[in-house]
């Protein structure tokens, strides 16, 4: 044999083993999900239809219906009785709610467990002490009527470039989720920010869809906020400019007209808004930086108003 063909074969062993190695971890990885909304639901649909052990939690047993690209039951267990342990747990409940799941979630970990936070918003990370935790830039597009989820669009996580979720997007390979590994987490962590401070705001205020961006005085007025938006990433180290503006303009654009968000859902159903981590965290944000902010200000007194005595 000389040289390359040893090299090549080589390399083929090597290749083999590790494809070996990956289906013997995928057998013995086992992931959960909780939280079975329009999130955790696409996530889990997606782990199933690749074959992987997955199990989805709820508040309690029940069967929810997903329409995605086929209409799927999907089986739900109760998070407080589960003695199970997990090696991957997606977290994709509302960030409003994470109080609520934590001692269910203590008992779910051992030692080598990682959890992803499916959440829209900043600053909820240092709240899973449990075990080693990762933040997604989710762009998964649903809505969730009692148990009846539609999703709309997208299958996109973004995780930041760690040995762990290099592990995670491998053993992921095989599903149709888009996993994207970056070494601008925080960045595009921010940009997320920008993109539902904009849409989720004006959504929310108004009760209405994303129909409203036609709108030339909605438009104008989500420019100016989303002014203010990138005024304070910046202030904290980024460098967003201005025509990022156009173009989270133009990801709105690409919306269905009928398509609400996650925060319209929440006030067309009485539910409290994730405004803390999103408005709310840029409004403490510009406080801090003593920065001028009257968009964002009125925006967050009426999104606080909304919230007040509200459980
Ligand atoms: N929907 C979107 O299009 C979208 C897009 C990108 C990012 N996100 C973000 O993803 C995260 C999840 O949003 P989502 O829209 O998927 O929420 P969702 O549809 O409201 O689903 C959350 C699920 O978690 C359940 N849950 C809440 N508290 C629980 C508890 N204590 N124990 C067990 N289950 C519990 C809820 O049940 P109950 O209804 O009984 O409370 C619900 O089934 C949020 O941070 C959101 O901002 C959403």
Known sequence: MDSTSFLQAEFIIIKYERTDHYKKENF????????????????????????????L???????????????????????????????????????TKIAEIKDALIKMCHDGTIII??????????????????QAAVYISGQNKEGHITHFRDRKLILPNHEQMLRLKTLLHDT???????????????????VNLGINTVTAL???????????AVEKMVR?????????????????????????????????????????????????LEYEFI???????AQQHKLNTPVLDICCTLLAAYQYNKK
């Not at 329009?38 to 997606?46: F, L, P």
């Not at 709820?58 to 407080?80: D, M, P």
């Not at 408005?279 to 944000?285: A, K, M």
């Open 28 to 55: 013995m990885t086992n992931f959960a999900v909780i939280g079975p909304g329009a999130v955790g639901s696409v996530i889990t649909n997606e782990l199933r239809n690749a074959g992987l052990d997955v199990k």
């Open 57 to 95: 939690f709820g508040r309690k047993e029940q069967q929810i219906t997903l329409l995605s690209a086929q209409q799927v039951k999907l089986n739900v267990s109760s998070l407080v009785v589960n003695q199970q342990q997990f090696d991957f747990i997606f977290v994709a409940i509302k960030a």
């Open 117 to 134: 936070v499916c959440q829209n918003g900043m600053g909820q990370l240092p709240e899973f002490t449990m075990a080693p935790a990762f």
């Open 176 to 194: 149709q989720l888009e996993v994207i590994i970056t070494d601008d987490q925080k960045t595009l962590l921010w940009y997320k920010m920008l």
């Open 206 to 216: 108004a009760k209405n869809t994303a129909v409203i961006m036609e709108m030339p």
């Open 224 to 272: 100016e906020l989303l002014a203010e938006g990138i005024m304070i990433a910046n202030s904290e180290g980024e460098s967003f400019q201005e025509s990022d503006i156009d173009e989270i303009l133009a990801i709105y654009a690409g919306y269905p007209p009928d398509m609400g968000t996650s925060m319209y859902y929440d006030t067309m159903n009485n539910r409290l």
């Open 279 to 285: 408005q709310g965290e840029f409004l403490r944000l």
